[in-house]
């Protein structure tokens, strides 16, 4: 069911709600509907007068259940606890509200987010459960990337990662394989892990001679692991032609829709600082240069242990430094296929 409901249509239920609330200021009205016309879901759109506010109700409790939850602070929207007659009498509702119109795209995006996880969810308790998960994961969102989308940098860092990941899908990988080995979405050491097989992806536009930074020492140590893997991709930015991250994530998007992972493969573009109301931000549009494919091992060029006392090890590595460690791509994606 909530696949099937898009920030658009979710945006035109509200505004038919409000084109139908009362224009008599002085008369404090709540309006409201169930999100799922067919049958009872726990879920309403609400629309309140005077004021324009916009609220999504959510069935968390009778009267007599306690709903204890600790609601963030987040710009431009609220949360609290509604007593309401429907669908019985004195039932408990969790109310999360615009409290400032300006930020209407980025609620109506998180409120397709919550909705598509309580779609399966059919007692007060596992939705009680889905929104704390929810509360968990946009917290961190608005405490990593803010309200106002990816920098350049984030944006080329990001464009890396999903080019991997949909090399992972044309070689036929299973998809839960793939979204659940991206770490990089959540700020992982490592970009991909399938088991103990790693790949570090990096992200270049700098001309010949070509490097990549090195954010810490853990990045390049192949202690323990079966393999580490160096994926780098040189891009060029270009006026037109070219492929967009907003493109990208299409292409990709395609390839998990109607899949068991595809609400997955979401959250994890969440992890990763991504969500649509961004895509008109992010123009840029570029052209792939190269790939490199690198067998991290004992005598590739990397600092794995840092003195005592050393911390915050930022370094850069020449790629025409490594040729002796080249390795083909196809050829690991047969031997790591799952």
């Known amino acids: 069911m909530a696949s099937e409901y898009s920030e658009q249509l979710i945006r035109q239920k509200w505004e038919e709600l ?14 409201y509907q169930r999100l799922d016309l067919e049958q009872e879901n726990g879920i309403r759109l609400s629309y309140v007068s005077p004021g324009g506010v916009w609220e999504l109700l959510i069935e968390a409790g009778d009267f007599d259940e306690k709903v204890v939850i600790d609601f963030p602070k987040w710009k431009g929207m609220e949360f609290d606890v509604l007593v309401l007659d429907v669908p019985s ?64 940098e984030k944006q080329r860092g990001l464009y890396g990662e999903l080019w991997w990941l949909r ?12 979204v659940n080995s991206w770490k990089g979405c959540k700020r992982g050491y490592h ?8 790949i570090e992806v990096k992200t270049t536009m700098t001309k010949e001679p070509r490097r990549i930074l090195i954010n810490n ?9 079966d393999s580490l893997h160096l994926f780098v991709l040189t891009l060029r ?27 997955s493969f979401e959250h994890a573009l969440m992890d990763a600082g991504y969500i649509d ?4 931000i992010y123009k840029s549009s570029y052209s792939v240069i190269k790939e490199d494919f690198f067998h991290v091992q004992e005598g590739f060029p990397r600092i794995i242990d840092a003195p005592q ?6 370094y850069s590595v020449v790629l025409a430094a490594c040729e002796e460690f080249r390795c083909d791509i196809d050829t690991y994606m047969q031997n790591i296929g799952v």
């Not at 409000?18 to 309006?31: A, D, G, N, P």
């Not at 795209?105 to 779609?119: A, E, K, M, N």
């Not at 020492?217 to 692991?225: K, P």
Request: proline share 1%; net charge negative; aromatic share 10%.
């Open 18 to 31: 409000e084109k139908k609330c009362t224009l008599v200021t002085e008369t404090y009205q709540r309006s």
């Open 89 to 152: 009498k004195d039932t408990r509702h969790i109310n999360f509200y615009l409290e400032k119109r300006e930020h209407r795209d980025i609620f109506v995006s998180v409120c397709r987010d919550l909705i598509q996880g309580l779609d399966c969810c059919l007692t007060n308790e596992s939705r009680r459960a889905e929104i704390s998960d929810f509360l968990t994961r946009w917290n961190r969102f608005f405490e990593h990337y803010g309200q106002e989308g990816l920098s350049p």
């Open 167 to 178: 090399r992972m899908i044309n070689a036929n990988i299973n998809l839960s394989v793939i």
């Open 191 to 198: 970009d991909f892990e399938i088991g103990s097989n790693v």
């Open 217 to 225: 020492e853990r990045q390049l140590n192949d202690l323990a692991l």
């Open 237 to 263: 930015k270009i006026d037109e032609g070219g492929d967009t991250l907003p493109g990208i994530i299409e292409s990709i998007r395609n390839s998990f829709a109607g899949k068991s992972s595809e609400y």
């Open 277 to 280: 109301i961004h895509a008109y």
């Open 309 to 314: 006392g050393i911390g915050d090890l930022h």
